[in-house]
């Protein structure tokens, strides 16, 4: 990093789509607590429930551990080897510390952009550094090996990012996934087709697995659920040709 990271881009319909129906009020506040954690060091923290529970108003650790694990099956974190780390927190912080070397390389040329500016090297990312060196709070350590860890399992199960493919094709989780909402095979079968349908059109670019997540959160979307429901309570007529997205827009319009 070339400086300490002072403020990032949020974005409100992103978190509200991403947490909404998904989320008690406790698990949303130490989920955001979390992310504001790692955006304050630049890097992941301690997977430490005492600590947290300290920082949430004295909350206890087994409530703490409870809701982490229940974010870490949800998807929202990732956790391993003692820490916890966000991909879209690593994302953000990766292009906002390619925006500070930039501007400071900009200022070391009185401000007067340059060609030249397109040979210097691409800034390093969250989890190509020592961790320890990350502005860290005093209170929080951790060793080298868990950076080294961390940045072998980003590289080997994340890949690289692409837009959605016309043959994406939902893994097996996701059954366990939406079995666990109440969903059959089939009905998993035309939310994924929506699913892909939307985010083709989209054209948004989001690792292999993070196309596996954001799937996960589809089903588990209110959204999706009075969408299925819709569709249930009709066995003929129009209901049962109109595709995801014509159904969920009239579930959507409903809810409003």
Sequence with gaps: MTAKIRHID??????????????????SGVYWMICSLIYSKSAPIDDDPKWLGNIMAGAHPRTIRKILEELESRGKIQRKDGVIWVERCANEIDKTDERIAKAHANGKLGGRPSNKNKGLAKPEGLFNEKLTTNHQPP??????????????TRKSNNGKKQRMEDDWKFNGRSHEVGASEGYTAQEIEWASIGFKDYWIGEGKLKTKTGWDRSFYNWLRSSITRKTILEKRKSTSGNNGTRGFGEIANQAISEME
């Design 10 to 27: 949020f974005y409100p319909d992103e978190y509200i789509a991403g947490v909404s129906g998904q989320l008690t009020p406790e698990q």
């Design 139 to 152: 209170t929080i350590v951790i060793k080298d090996t868990k950076e080294v860890s961390l940045l072998e």
